[in-house]
C-alpha cells in the first residue's frame, strides 16, 4: 500500500480478491428481483406487506379528494349536515389509513429482521464451507465489514426504501389518476413536467449509485485496517509503527470521508432539483387553472382545489423517493458486494460419494503426493511415506520445506494436485472432511483461543466434557498446577485471542483441547515452539505417555522432541530426502545429519 497527503487520492496495491472486484457494475433488474426472492420464506407477510402498500397509497388521493370535496360542496353551501357526515366519513378514513400504517411499518420490521437473521446465517455457512485458502486470499476486516455493514444495508434496503418507495409511487399514480379524471386540461401540464423528472432521476441515479459504491469499498478498507491493526498491535508497538499506522489509517478516514462527501454532493444537487420540479409545475398549475378559470370557463373554482391538493400529494413524494432511491444504491451495492460472496463456490467440497470416517487405526500413507498453493508451483514434489498405527512421525527441514504442508493435506485441509493419501487404506477423497477431523487432534504453531473460560477451550475438542474430564486432561499433561495458578482455575474467563494467558499457557490449552477428545492421529505443528524449556521438560514425559497408541505427525525445530521418533522425514525444498530413525540418519551423514548438528549448536 503506498500512503499520499491527506487530501490527495489513496493508491491501494491491489493484492487479493475483493480489492479485484470491479467498483462499477449496471445496476439491473435482476438485483431487485433476487433481493425480493430473498423474502420467499416469509411470503405470507411480503403479500401482505404489498397489500398494506397499495391500500396506503390510495388511501391518501382518497383523503385529499374528500377534503377537497367538503370544501367545495357541503361547506360551500353551507349544508351543516352534509359537513358532519362527510367529516366522520373523512375521520373514519383517517383512522383507517393509520391502522394501515401501523401494520405496515410493523410487518416490514419483522419481515426485515428475519431476511437479516437468514442472510447473516446463510452467510457464516456458506464461509464455513471455503477451505483454509478462502480465507488465507482474503481480509478479514472485508469479510466482517460483508457480515455487518452490507447486510444491515440490504436489511434497510428490503424494510424500508422497498415499501416506502412502493407507497410513495402508488400515491403518484393514484394522484395522477384522479386529476386526470378531475381535469385531463390541466393534467397535460403534469404529463409536460414529466420528460424534465425522467432526465433528472436518470442523471443522477448512475451517478448516486457509483458514488455509492466507491464509498463501501472505502469503508471496507477501513474496517479491513481497523481489524490488522487491533489483531497486530504486538508488531506495531514493538516495531514503534504507531505513527506509521496511525498516518496510512488516516489516509483512508480521509478517503472514506471524501467519497462520503462526493455522494452527500450529489444526493444535495439531485433532491432540490426535484423539489424545484415540483414547484415550477404548480405556479404553472395555478397559472394555467387561472387562465382556464377567468377565461374560457372550462374549470371551477373546486375543481382547481381538488387539482391543488392531488397535486400536492403527486409531487411530495418525489424527495422522498428521492432519498429512499439515493439510499437503495447503498442496498445495490452492499447486494452486489454480499452475492459475489455466497455465489463464490468453494474452491473444492468433499465427493458425492465421500461417507463418514470409520473407526481408525492410525496407519497413514502418502503415495506420490504433488501439492501447489498457486498452479505452476509445486510445494511438495512426489512424495511417499508410510506411518504405522501408533508413530510418532516427524518432520524436519528449513522453513517452506513442505512440513505443515504435508499435515494440512492429512488434516484435509487441502486436497493435493495428484498422487493419493490414506488413512487405515482409505484414500482421504472417499472420507467426508468433518468426520475426519473428529478423530483428529490438532495442536498448530499459533493457536486460537475463543472468549470464554479455559473449560469452554478445551471443551472445543469434546463438547459434551466434563469439568472433571477437562481437569483430568490437565493432569495427565502434568501442567495442572499451571492451570489451578490461574484466578479461577478452568473457568477463569479469557478475553478475545486467549488474552490473559502467557503464550505458554495458551498452549497448554491448546494441547489440552487436542487430547481430550481420544484422537488416533495426532497433529503437532511445531506445537511447542511457544513453550519455554522448562515447561517443555514437564511436557515431554506425560506427551510420550500420552502419544503411545496414537498416530502423531511432530513438526518441530527443536531435537529433544525429534529424537524418540519412531519415523523422521527430512524435507528440503518439497522433496523427501531422507528418512528413518535419528540415530540410522545421523549416521548417514546426510542433510539430517547436518541440521542435528545445527540443532545441537543452537542448543535446541
Known amino acids: 500500500m503506498s500512503a499520499s497527503k ?39 407477510w411480503r403479500n401482505w406487506l404489498f397489500v398494506l402498500c397499495a391500500g396506503r397509497a390510495i388511501q391518501l388521493p382518497i383523503l385529499a379528494w374528500m377534503l377537497a370535496h367538503i370544501i367545495r360542496g357541503p361547506l360551500a353551501a353551507n349544508d351543516v349536515v352534509g359537513t358532519l357526515a362527510w367529516t366522520g366519513a373523512f375521520v373514519g378514513t383517517v383512522i383507517l389509513t393509520e391502522v394501515t400504517l401501523y401494520w405496515r411499518i410493523r410487518l416490514a420490521h419483522q419481515l426485515g429482521e428475519c431476511v437479516l437473521r437468514d442472510l447473516r446465517n446463510r452467510m457464516m455457512g456458506h464461509l464455513l464451507s471455503h477451505p483454509l485458502a478462502f480465507f488465507h486470499a482474503r481480509k478479514h476486516g472485508s469479510l466482517i465489514s460483508r457480515m455487518i455493514g452490507d447486510i444491515e444495508q440490504m436489511r434497510n434496503g428490503l424494510q424500508n426504501n422497498l415499501f416506502i418507495t412502493l407507497v410513495q409511487a402508488g400515491q403518484m399514480v393514484g394522484a395522477a389518476i384522479a386529476m386526470l379524471i378531475i381535469q385531463p386540461r390541466l393534467f397535460l401540464v403534469l404529463l409536460a413536467m414529466a420528460p424534465i423528472m425522467w432526465a433528472i432521476n436518470r442523471h443522477f441515479r448512475g451517478r448516486i449509485l457509483d458514488a455509492s459504491r466507491t464509498q463501501q469499498e472505502s469503508f471496507s478498507r477501513v474496517t479491513a485496517a481497523l481489524a490488522e491493526t487491533v489483531q497486530g498491535i504486538r508488531v506495531t508497538q514493538g516495531f514503534a509503527r504507531e505513527e506509521t499506522n496511525a498516518g ?38 395555478i397559472a394555467v387553472g387561472g387562465w382556464m378559470a377567468v377565461s374560457a370557463g372550462s374549470a371551477g373554482a ?5 387539482f391543488f391538493f392531488l397535486a400536492n400529494l403527486f409531487f411530495n413524494p418525489i424527495t422522498l423517493i428521492g432519498t429512499q432511491l439515493s439510499e437503495a444504491t447503498l442496498s445495490m451495492a452492499s447486494a452486489e458486494r454480499y452475492f459475489r460472496i455466497v455465489d463464490t463456490a468453494p474452491a473444492w467440497t468433499d465427493a458425492p460419494s465421500a461417507g463418514a470416517c470409520p473407526e481408525l487405526r492410525g496407519e497413514v500413507t502418502f503415495d506420490h503426493v504433488t501439492f501447489s498453493y498457486e498452479e505452476g508451483r509445486p510445494v511438495l514434489h512426489e512424495v511417499s511415506f508410510r506411518a504405522k498405527p501408533g508413530q510418532v512421525i516427524a518432520l524436519v527441514g528449513h522453513t517452506g520445506s513442505g512440513k505443515s504442508t504435508i499435515v494440512s493435506l492429512l488434516s484435509k485441509f487441502h486436497l493435493p494436485d495428484s498422487g493419493r493419501i490414506l488413512v487405515d487404506g482409505t484414500p482421504l477423497a472417499d472420507i467426508r472432511q468433518q468426520s475426519l477431523r473428529a478423530q483428529m487432534g490438532f495442536v498448530f504453531q499459533s493457536n486460537f483461543l475463543f472468549s470464554g473460560t479455559v473449560a469452554d477451550n478445551v471443551r472445543q475438542g469434546k463438547p459434551d466434557a466434563t469439568d472433571a474430564e477437562v481437569l483430568a486432561a490437565f493432569a495427565a499433561l502434568d501442567c495442572l498446577d499451571l492451570i489451578e495458578s490461574l484466578p479461577e482455575g478452568i473457568q477463569t474467563v479469557l478475553s478475545e485471542r486467549g488474552r490473559g494467558l502467557s503464550v505458554g499457557q495458551q498452549q497448554l490449552v491448546a494441547f489440552a483441547r487436542a487430547l481430550i477428545g481420544n484422537p488416533r492421529i495426532l497433529v503437532l505443528d511445531e506445537a511447542t515452539s511457544a513453550v519455554d524449556t522448562i515447561t517443555e521438560a514437564r511436557l515431554q514425559v506425560a506427551l510420550n505417555r500420552l502419544l503411545r497408541g496414537r498416530t502423531s505427525f511432530v513438526v518441530a525445530h527443536r531435537l529433544s522432541t525429534i529424537r524418540n521418533a519412531d519415523q523422521i522425514l527430512v524435507l528440503d525444498h518439497g522433496r523427501l530426502i531422507e528418512s528413518g530413525r535419528h540415530a540410522e540418519l545421523v549416521a548417514k551423514g546426510g542433510a539430517y545429519a547436518r541440521l542435528d548438528a545445527e540443532f545441537s549448536r543452537r542448543g535446541a
Open 248 to 285: 496510512i489509517f488516516s489516509r483512508l478516514i480521509y478517503t472514506l470521508a471524501d467519497s462520503i462527501v462526493r455522494t452527500t454532493k450529489l444526493v444535495a444537487l439531485f433532491l432540490p432539483l426535484l423539489e424545484l420540479n415540483a414547484q415550477a409545475f404548480l405556479a404553472a398549475l
Open 302 to 306: 373546486g375543481d382547481l382545489v381538488t
Open 6 to 44: 491527506p487530501g490527495h487520492e489513496l493508491t491501494v496495491r491491489r493484492q487479493r480478491p475483493e480489492d479485484d472486484e470491479p467498483d462499477r457494475v449496471p445496476l439491473s433488474w435482476a438485483l431487485v428481483r433476487r433481493m425480493i426472492g430473498l423474502t420467499d420464506g416469509y411470503r405470507h
